[in-house]
Nanobody, 123 residues
Framework: QVQLVESGGGLVQAGGSLRLSCVAS????????MAWFRQAPSEREFVARI???????YYADSVKGRFTISTDQAKNTVYLQMNSLKPEDTAVYYC?????????????????WGQGTQVTVSS
């Protein structure tokens, strides 16, 4: 089992920045990929993913150039730096982890999930 705890959400004005953090614990040695998803209010939408050991990244078109996903393996933490935020980025952001080794941009491709953190961008 892998446990994930997100933090860093909040209220920010359009054009501002936030950094989300997700601390992983448990069987972190089994993790292949980490990802961020968001939900507001319908289906869970893919934001970005990173390979846990290799650092290879992939982004949704809607956030490319504005968001950056990164890891600090010493701290078992994955980050999402969000710049140039827009009102449409408002959502609950979830951290997810996969241990199967399969590359996926779908929520069902991830076994472990955090509780989510609210990000609200005002216009």
């Amino acid at each position: 089992q892998v446990q994930l705890v997100e933090s860093g959400g909040g209220l920010v004005q359009a054009g501002g920045s936030l950094r989300l953090s997700c601390v992983a614990s448990g069987r972190t040695f089994s993790v292949s990929y980490m990802a961020w998803f968001r939900q507001a209010p319908s289906e869970r939408e893919f934001v970005a993913r990173i390979s846990w050991k290799g650092g290879f990244t992939y982004y949704a078109d809607s956030v490319k150039g504005r968001f950056t996903i990164s890891t600090d393996q010493a701290k078992n933490t994955v980050y999402l730096q969000m710049n140039s935020l827009k009102p449409e980025d408002t959502a609950v952001y979830y951290c997810a982890a996969d241990s199967s080794g399969s590359i996926s941009s779908r929520a069902r491709g991830y076994e472990y999930w955090g509780q989510g953190t609210q990000v609200t961008v005002s216009s």
